[in-house]
């Protein structure tokens, strides 16, 4: 299921849609690299394609992610 999650970027408040098994996986990478969600969120953010829409670029963070730990190696930072 697809659920709308809002958050602070840059002062504005936002908000993009994510299923449950993206935002479960964006919550444990964040708690893994010792940061808040919103700081990951922001993170994504400044570094996602101007013609990517957050919701996109959150799902391409975490997928590349489980590649890169499927395949041993380290994670890029964004």
Do not use: C
């Amino acid at each position: 299921m697809i659920r709308k999650h809002s958050i602070t970027l840059h002062g504005h408040r936002t908000s993009f849609s994510l299923e449950e098994a993206f935002w479960d996986e964006l919550n444990a990478i964040a708690a893994e690299r010792q940061i808040p969600l919103a700081a990951l969120v922001v993170e994504i953010d400044e570094n996602r394609d101007p013609r990517t829409n957050l919701s996109s670029a959150a799902r391409l963070y975490v997928l590349a992610r489980l590649k890169a730990a499927a395949h041993g190696a380290e994670p890029a930072q964004t």
